[in-house]
């Protein structure tokens, strides 16, 4: 397994950008198709955006469409979650994940390697 830690969660304002990295410790997952999930006070765990791991394919949610990209940098073993115009319901912990496979999907099934998360915060 791929052992994944995020960074860059904060306290934004409302319209505000912040930007998200994964990375494996001590590990590579250049050919891991990546996913980003966050998950509110009281909510299930929902799902943000993913990509193959070129890069060349990707998948939003709805909620996040035209405000979130999910870009990679395989040469630095790291994959992003840009978030911008942000706003208060995008307050959560957001979670990185790694499976073999591209889905294309906004399925949980089938990432089998998790981070510990990290705290967004939006303030209206």
């Known amino acids: 397994q791929v052992q994944l830690a995020e960074s860059g969660g904060g306290l934004v304002q409302a319209g505000g950008s912040l930007r998200l990295s994964c990375v494996p410790p001590g590990r590579t997952f250049s050919t891991y198709a990546m996913g980003w999930f966050r998950q509110a006070p009281g909510k299930e765990r929902e799902f943000v955006a993913t990509?193959?791991?070129?890069?060349?394919?990707?998948y939003y949610a709805d909620s996040v469409k035209g405000r979130f990209t999910i870009p990679r940098d395989n040469a630095k073993n790291t994959v992003y979650l840009q978030l911008n115009s942000l706003r208060p319901e995008d307050t959560a912990v957001y979670y990185c994940?790694?499976?073999?496979?591209?889905?294309?999907?906004?399925?949980?099934?089938?990432?089998?390697?998790w981070g510990l998360g990290t705290q967004v915060t939006v303030s209206s």
């Open positions: 990509t193959s791991w070129r890069g060349g394919r990707t």
């Open positions: 994940a790694a499976r073999p496979d591209y889905s294309g999907t906004d399925s949980s099934v089938g990432y089998d390697n």
